[in-house]
C-alpha cells in the first residue's frame, strides 16, 4: 500500500527530485548537499539562530519518505536552504552570495519548466514577532551590545538601519534608541550573531555614540 499523502502525485515527486538533482549540479551547491555540521565547524550558535535546518539530502529523504503534502510545501523547504544560509551568514560572505546565486538557479529552472513560484514559496519579509524571540534572548542581546566596540557598535547601527530602520528612533545630541522589541526575527538574529562573533574576539567596551536600548 502507498504510503504517499494525498495532494503529492508521483509525478510530482518526480519532477521535485529533478529539480533537486539539477540544482545539486550546479557548482555553487556544494555546500547545500547536506546539513551543516555545526559541531565540527564550531558554530556554537547555529541552532540558536536557525530554527529549522534544511538542506539537499535532507528534502530528497522527505520526498523520497512521502513526507510533502503539496508541491508548494516542497517548494518552501528548498527556499528555506538559501533563507537560513542568509539568515546565518553575513551579506558580504561568499556563501550568503552562493546562496543568492542557487536562488537564481532556481527560479530559472522553475521559469522553464512551467513551475509556479507564488508568493507562498517566495521568501517572506519577517514581519515583527515577539512571540518568537524569547525574553531572555532580547535581555541578552542588550547586555552585549554594551560590552561591544566602538566600531562593532556602529555596524550594528549600519545593519539595523538598513533592514529594520523603524527599530531605530533618533533623539537630541546625536543620540539613538534602539528598541529592540521592534527588530524583526530575521534582523534580529543577524544581530545577535554578529554581537557574538565580536564579543568572541575582541572583550573591549568602549562606548560610541549614545545608544539607549529599551
Not at 508541491?71 to 561568499?94: A, G, H, K
Not at 550568503?96 to 519548466?113: F, G, K, L, N, V
Not at 513551475?115 to 507562498?120: G, V
Not at 531605530?168 to 550573531?193: G, S, V, Y
Amino acid at each position: 500500500m502507498s504510503t504517499k499523502r494525498p495532494g503529492f502525485s508521483r509525478e510530482e515527486t518526480n519532477r521535485a527530485l529533478t529539480l533537486i538533482k539539477f540544482l545539486e549540479e550546479q557548482p555553487e551547491s556544494f555546500d547545500f548537499h547536506h546539513p551543516v555540521d555545526f559541531k565540527g565547524l564550531g558554530l556554537d550558535d547555529y541552532p540558536l539562530i536557525i530554527k529549522k535546518p534544511m538542506d539537499l539530502s535532507t528534502i530528497k529523504k522527505n520526498l523520497k519518505n512521502s513526507r510533502y503534502n503539496s508541491f508548494e510545501e516542497f517548494l518552501q523547504d528548498v527556499m528555506l536552504i538559501w533563507d537560513n544560509c542568509r539568515t546565518y551568514n553575513m551579506s558580504d560572505s561568499p556563501i550568503y552570495h552562493q546562496a543568492d546565486i542557487m536562488e537564481r538557479h532556481m527560479q530559472r529552472y522553475c521559469s522553464q519548466h512551467g513551475i509556479p513560484l507564488d508568493l507562498p514559496v517566495k521568501r517572506p519579509k519577517t514581519e515583527p514577532d515577539s512571540q518568537t524571540i524569547e525574553l531572555q534572548e532580547k535581555i541578552d542581546l542588550s547586555e552585549s551590545l554594551k560590552k561591544i566596540s566602538h566600531p562593532a557598535l556602529g555596524k550594528v547601527v549600519e545593519m539595523i538601519e538598513k533592514d529594520c530602520p523603524s527599530a531605530l528612533h533618533h533623539l537630541p545630541e546625536e543620540k539613538l534608541q534602539l528598541r529592540i522589541d521592534a527588530l524583526d526575527e530575521a534582523t534580529f538574529k543577524k544581530i545577535a550573531k554578529f554581537t557574538l562573533q565580536e564579543l568572541n574576539e575582541d572583550e573591549r567596551s568602549e562606548p560610541t555614540k549614545k545608544v539607549k536600548f529599551s
